[in-house]
């Protein structure tokens, strides 16, 4: 009798089963990372109320958010290492985003945007509490929160491109919400320099932001419904 041969190999049924495995498992990192964009603004509102309270005399509505980081703010050693931890997390959503962009480029263009955005992050060149002589951290400070603010605005206009018109619209809204509060916001930068009383800045500033967080949220979770490969290019 002839001896019989046995296969070393892996069967079909095999090689499917470790595919689908490695499916599973790539899947639901993708969902933790895009997880990580819904925490992230959850987070960052947590840090202004937070930081708020550590800083004695603080007004949410009449100072920047920029003043709870700032060069003897009290609220700095809590600020800083929350920034981090925000900026990793915007790093994280920016690679989820990507994973779930399958042939939708401007998708992948926006997580690319936020993964920038978070490394950017990472270390902020501090301003100096109001009254302080201007120096060259404050005007690093002032060139890094334009390139913030370019990144924020290049990743939700590429969005409008993303998804379907109501995603779109949602998206241009967004992007005028930003365009009215920043440029409110911008005015009152000269009386920050000077010390002068700026009554709503901390308003105009924090309704930009929240638009932005809000826009995170929303992408977020309209890929973890979708799925990957259930997203495509529209038109």
Same mark, same amino acid.
């Given at each position: 009798? /002839?001896?019989?041969?046995?296969?070393?190999?892996?069967?079909?049924? $095999?090689?499917?089963?470790?595919?689908?495995?490695?499916?599973?498992?790539?899947?639901?990192?993708?969902?933790?990372?895009?997880?990580?964009?819904?925490?992230?603004?959850?987070?960052?509102? &947590?840090? /202004?109320?937070?930081?708020?309270?550590?800083? $004695?005399?603080?007004?949410?509505?009449?100072?920047?958010?920029? $003043?709870?980081? &700032?060069?003897?703010?009290?609220?700095?050693?809590?600020?800083?290492?929350?920034?981090?931890? +925000?900026?990793?997390?915007?790093?994280?959503?920016?690679?989820?985003?990507?994973?779930?962009?399958? /042939?939708?480029?401007?998708?992948?263009? =926006?997580?690319?945007?936020? =993964?920038?955005?978070? %490394?950017?992050?990472? +270390?902020?060149?501090?301003?100096?509490?109001?009254?302080?002589?201007?120096? %060259?951290?404050?005007?690093?400070?002032? =060139? +890094?929160?334009?390139?913030?603010?370019?990144?924020?605005?290049?990743?939700?206009?590429?969005?409008?491109? &993303?998804?379907?018109?109501?995603?779109?619209?949602?998206?241009?809204?967004?992007? =005028?919400?930003?365009?009215?509060?920043?440029?409110?916001?911008?005015?009152?930068?000269?009386?920050?320099?000077?010390?002068?009383?700026?009554?709503?800045?901390?308003?105009?500033?924090?309704? /930009?932001?929240?638009?932005? %967080?809000?826009?995170?949220?929303?992408? &977020?979770?309209?890929?973890?419904?979708?799925?990957?490969?259930?997203?495509? $290019?529209?038109?």
């Amino acid at each position: 009798m /002839n001896p019989s041969i046995t296969s070393s190999g892996p069967t079909n049924g $095999e090689a499917l089963l470790t595919m689908n495995g490695k499916s599973t498992i790539n899947n639901t990192l993708r969902r933790v990372l895009l997880g990580c964009g819904i925490i992230s603004s959850l987070l960052y509102v &947590a840090m /202004n109320i937070i930081g708020a309270m550590f800083f $004695e005399g603080y007004s949410s509505v009449s100072q920047t958010v920029s $003043e709870l980081s &700032a060069i003897g703010a009290p609220s700095r050693a809590l600020w800083v290492p929350l920034g981090v931890l +925000y900026s990793l997390l915007m790093v994280a959503f920016g690679w989820g985003v990507r994973q779930s962009a399958s /042939n939708n480029r401007p998708l992948r263009v =926006v997580g690319a945007l936020f =993964v920038a955005f978070g %490394l950017i992050g990472l +270390y902020w060149p501090p301003m100096h509490l109001r009254g302080m002589v201007f120096s %060259l951290t404050d005007a690093m400070h002032i =060139v +890094y929160a334009i390139i913030t603010i370019l990144l924020m605005m290049l990743a939700i206009g590429f969005g409008t491109v &993303a998804f379907g018109k109501y995603f779109r619209f949602y998206s241009i809204a967004t992007l =005028v919400i930003f365009f009215i509060f920043g440029t409110l916001t911008g005015m009152d930068g000269p009386r920050i320099a000077a010390n002068l009383s700026t009554p709503w800045v901390g308003v105009w500033e924090r309704i /930009n932001i929240g638009a932005f %967080l809000l826009w995170v949220i929303i992408l &977020a979770t309209i890929l973890l419904r979708k799925g990957k490969f259930a997203v495509t $290019e529209t038109r």
